[in-house]
């Protein structure tokens, strides 16, 4: 008697979501020895268009965390931070950080076409 087994209960299930986690890091991890496309400077409560271009899919990542991606060319953001400030425009492909905070500087990596493209964001204080 055959008795079906879910895709999450398969013993290699674990062992893949395992890799696919280390396989993050080590993207990430290197992403600090990759070198930086850009510089892009703003100010507190400013903007920033980040000009990698991920036409239908790919996805943008800061310090190793998942912001947002596109998919068959919608939008998805999964990080609560940037919810209500990050858009992407679906003609130019451009992710788009609105009410920038100190704490968004770092790297950015966006995925265009499987290929990665690093980004530091600079954000500093309104002077007076």
Not at 48 to 76: C, F, H, W
Not at 85 to 105: C, M
């Amino acid at each position: 008697m055959a008795v079906e087994t879910s895709q999450r209960h398969h013993p290699l299930f674990g062992l893949m979501e395992m890799l696919s986690a280390l396989l993050l890091l080590l993207v990430m991890r290197s992403s600090a020895d990759q070198e930086v496309k850009q510089n892009l400077i703003s100010t507190v409560g400013g903007d920033v268009t980040i000009p990698g271009p991920v036409k239908s899919r790919g996805y943008l990542m800061n310090q190793g965390i998942d912001i947002a991606s596109v998919s068959d060319g919608v939008l998805e953001i999964y990080n609560n931070d940037f919810l209500d400030r990050v858009s992407w425009d679906g003609d130019t492909g451009q992710f788009t950080i609105r009410r920038l905070q100190t704490k968004d500087s770092g790297i950015y990596l966006v995925d265009v076409n499987r290929t990665f493209v690093f980004f530091k964001l600079s954000v500093y204080g309104r002077s007076h």
